[in-house]
């Protein structure tokens, strides 16, 4: 394990440290709503100090970008922030919700953390180093076809124009598949399927704090992340399907029917 992952691991430790502590008294949180549907507590925001000052102890110059507080610095390094991604199961106290951070160099994915504070799960990832859970290493799975495929997924929340869309992209894999399952927690799902719980995964209008973690775990796992029409603008678009190679391409000719009336690639 790299230097910064290491460093990342530290940082989702503390955070899990802070959010554990409160898990027990949800009922006296503050909580206040960002915008339709999308909830903050006071535990994201402390969760978040803590990875910035562990990070910025080791690496002060790096800038960092966090789902609340925003852009932290400019550098051609960047740490990208999900202090607890699935804060609303977390303030229903519905067991899903982690950590996630990331490292770019001069955009490129380097170094990743998913951290279950629950399960006590640690997914890491170094680029060309492979992704692990804990001490054991990651592989995708092996499912070539959708019959018998076990996906996750997220409803689009946020913007509801992607609504229609997704409606149809998810009843076309609903008959496709052997299940569907939508946790509510993105940078989980991702690290599901970099350790073959999950197939394969797509959702519509992410954040990339929510998966970038995500997506270095399943490329080191040996899949493929992409935007839903197989290229490569996810980092930017947030509409992203993740699998195997095989999987990955049979997920996307189910979802081209889609795109014209969806959401842009």
């Known amino acids: 394990m790299n230097p910064t992952t290491n ?26 709503e ?7 507590s006071e535990i994201d925001r402390n969760a978040e100090n803590a990875i910035i000052d562990t990070i910025h102890k080791a690496y002060p110059r790096h800038a960092i970008l966090a789902e609340e507080s925003g852009t932290h610095g400019k550098d051609d390094f960047q740490w990208i922030v999900d202090p607890l991604d699935g804060t609303t199961n977390y303030l229903h106290g519905f067991p899903q919700f982690a950590i996630s951070i990331a490292l770019t160099h ?4 380097e170094s990743a953390v998913v951290y279950d504070p629950l399960r006590d799960e640690m997914f890491t990832a170094d680029r060309g180093g492979g992704a692990l859970l804990n001490d054991r290493r990651l592989r995708v799975t092996d499912q070539k ?23 149809g992209m998810l009843k076309d894999f609903t008959q496709e598949t052997a299940g569907i399952r939508r ?10 399927v970099a350790a073959g719980r999950l197939d394969g995964f797509w959702e519509l209008g992410l954040s990339v ?8 775990l399943i490329e080191e796992a040996g899949g493929v992340v992409s935007d839903i029409a197989g290229g490569s603008r996810h980092m930017e678009t947030g509409n992203v399907i993740a699998a195997n190679i095989r999987l990955h391409g049979k997920m996307v000719e189910t979802i081209r029917p889609h795109l014209p009336s969806g959401p842009s690639a």
């Not at 460093?7 to 206040?32: E, K, P, Y």
């Not at 946790?183 to 599901?192: E, H, K, Q, R, T």
């Open 7 to 32: 460093i990342a691991v530290r940082a989702a430790r503390q955070a899990g440290n802070v959010i554990m502590r409160s898990f027990s008294r949800l009922d006296s949180l503050t909580v206040s």
């Open 145 to 167: 076809v959708l019959k018998g495929a076990l996906l996750g997924t997220g409803i689009p929340y946020r913007d509801q124009r992607y609504m229609d869309a997704y409606l």
């Open 34 to 40: 960002k915008d339709v549907n999308d909830f903050v």
């Open 183 to 192: 946790p509510g927690s993105a940078a989980l799902d991702f690290a599901y």
């Open 209 to 216: 704090w929510d998966f970038a973690a995500g997506a270095l």
């Open 106 to 109: 001069r955009g490129r994915l």
